[in-house]
Nanobody, 122 residues
Framework: QVQLVESGGGLVQAGDSLRLSCAAS????????MGWFRQAPGKERDAVAV????????YYADSVKGRFTISRDNAKNTVYLQMNSLKPEDTAAYYC???????????????WGQGTQVTVSS
């Protein structure tokens, strides 16, 4: 069982930066691929960034490539999403997710966090 708790969301202006954190419970964190998803009202939940257990492989959605960076610290059981040059279209609830194996869209999510809201004003 893995519990995920996100933090770091908030209200910012366009062009600002935010860093989201996701703290995971359990002793097998490094064996899980981790991802960040986002969901805007009326839209589907989509993968934004994914990272393998060893940090050797990463995926970014085209909409965030070059602006967002996913990283993880396996010693701290934490995964991060650094978001720079934020745009109003980045406004969404952001969710942390864990899967026992890596895929570019993290298609087999076993655990979800509760979500953290990011709102970017123009």
């Amino acid at each position: 069982q893995v519990q995920l708790v996100e933090s770091g969301g908030g209200l910012v202006q366009a062009g600002d930066s935010l860093r989201l954190s996701c703290a995971a419970s359990g002793r097998t964190f490094s064996s899980y691929a981790m991802g960040w998803f986002r969901q805007a009202p009326g839209k589907e939940r989509d993968a934004v960034a994914v990272i393998s257990g060893s940090s050797g492989v990463r995926y970014y959605a085209d909409s965030v490539k070059g602006r967002f960076t996913i990283s993880r610290d396996n010693a701290k059981n934490t995964v991060y999403l650094q978001m720079n040059s934020l745009k109003p279209e980045d406004t969404a609830a952001y969710y942390c997710a864990a899967s026992p194996w890596y895929s570019s869209h993290l298609t087999d999510v076993r655990y979800w966090g509760q979500g953290t809201q990011v709102t970017v004003s123009s």
